[in-house]
C-alpha cells in the first residue's frame, strides 16, 4: 500500500513560470513531510520540510503547503529555473516512528 | 560537519553472486541510518533502517539482509544476487527521522 502518492510522473514547465508539484498521503499518523530534489546518478538533496502544526513554509523561490484535511501537500518553485530539472520526491514520517517514506517521483522538466 | 560515504559507487555482478555495499557517517553520533533503493518506475523504496547498532528493521521481503556492526556503519548484504536486485542504493542517515541525508548512491547491475 503506497502510503505517499505523486501521482504525476512528470511534469514540463516554462522558464520563469510556476511550477506546482503535489503530493498526497494517506496516513494520518504522519505529521512531518519533506521534499527532495534528485539529479540522476546522485543522492538527493533536502530542500524543504513542513511540520503538521504549520500549513505553509517558504524557503526562497520554493513554497511547501500542506494541507491536513485533504492530506494534501504541494510544492511551489517560483521562478523555475533550468537548473531545477530534476526528479522532486515527497517524503513523510510520523511522531516518533523512525521510517521516512518516499512517493515515486516527478520529473520536473523546465522548458528554455 | 557530518559526512557520509557509501562504496562501491559502480559494481556489475552475475546473478547468483554475493553482494556488499558499506556506509559510513562521520561527524555525529547514535544516527538512525537507513537503505533505500530506487528500481525504474518505484520510486524510493525503503529496505531497512536501524536507530542502533545491531538494531534492524526490514521493510521489504527480499533476498537482502543489512547490519550495522558499528555506531556510524552500516551494511547491505546478499548471498546470492536476482536480477531484480539491480537499481541505484542509497544510504542514508537523520537524527529522529527528520531531515535525511543520502550517501552519494551505488549503481548495481546483476547480469
Known amino acids: 500500500d503506497q502510503q505517499v502518492k505523486q501521482n504525476s510522473p512528470s511534469l514540463s514547465v516554462q522558464e520563469g513560470r510556476i511550477s506546482i508539484l503535489n503530493c498526497d498521503y494517506t496516513?494520518?499518523?504522519?505529521?512531518?513531510f519533506l521534499w527532495y530534489k534528485k539529479y540522476p546518478a546522485e543522492g538527493p538533496t533536502f530542500l524543504i520540510s513542513?511540520?503538521?502544526?504549520?500549513d505553509k513554509n517558504e524557503d526562497g523561490r520554493f513554497t511547501v503547503f500542506l494541507n491536513k484535511s485533504a492530506k494534501h501537500l504541494s510544492l511551489h518553485i517560483v521562478p523555475s529555473q533550468p537548473g531545477d530539472s530534476a526528479v522532486y520526491f515527497c517524503?513523510?514520517?510520523?511522531?516518533?516512528?523512525?521510517?521516512?517514506?518516499f512517493g515515486k517521483g516527478t520529473r520536473l522538466h523546465i522548458l528554455p | 560537519s557530518q559526512t557520509i560515504h557509501q562504496w562501491p559507487a559502480t559494481l556489475v555482478q552475475p546473478v547468483g553472486s554475493p553482494l556488499s555495499l558499506e556506509c559510513t557517517v562521520e561527524?555525529?553520533?547514535?544516527?538512525?541510518l537507513y537503505w533505500y533503493r530506487q528500481a525504474a518506475g518505484r520510486g524510493l523504496q525503503l529496505l531497512f533502517y536501524?536507530?542502533?547498532?545491531?538494531?534492524i528493521s526490514s521493510e521489504v521481503p527480499q533476498n537482502l539482509s543489512a547490519s550495522r556492526p558499528q555506531d556510524r556503519q552500516f551494511i547491505l548484504s546478499s548471498k546470492k544476487l536476482l536480477l531484480s536486485d539491480s537499481g541505484f542504493y542509497l544510504c542514508?542517515?537523520?537524527?529522529?527521522?527528520?531531515?535525511?541525508?543520502f550517501g552519494e548512491g551505488s549503481r548495481l547491475t546483476v547480469l
Open positions: 542514508a542517515w537523520s537524527l529522529e527521522a527528520r531531515e535525511l541525508f
Open positions: 496516513n494520518s499518523m504522519f505529521d512531518y
Open positions: 513542513i511540520s503538521s502544526i504549520k
Open positions: 517524503a513523510a514520517s510520523g511522531w516518533r516512528d523512525d521510517k521516512i517514506i
Open positions: 561527524g555525529t553520533s547514535n544516527p538512525n
Open positions: 536501524s536507530v542502533g547498532i545491531g538494531q
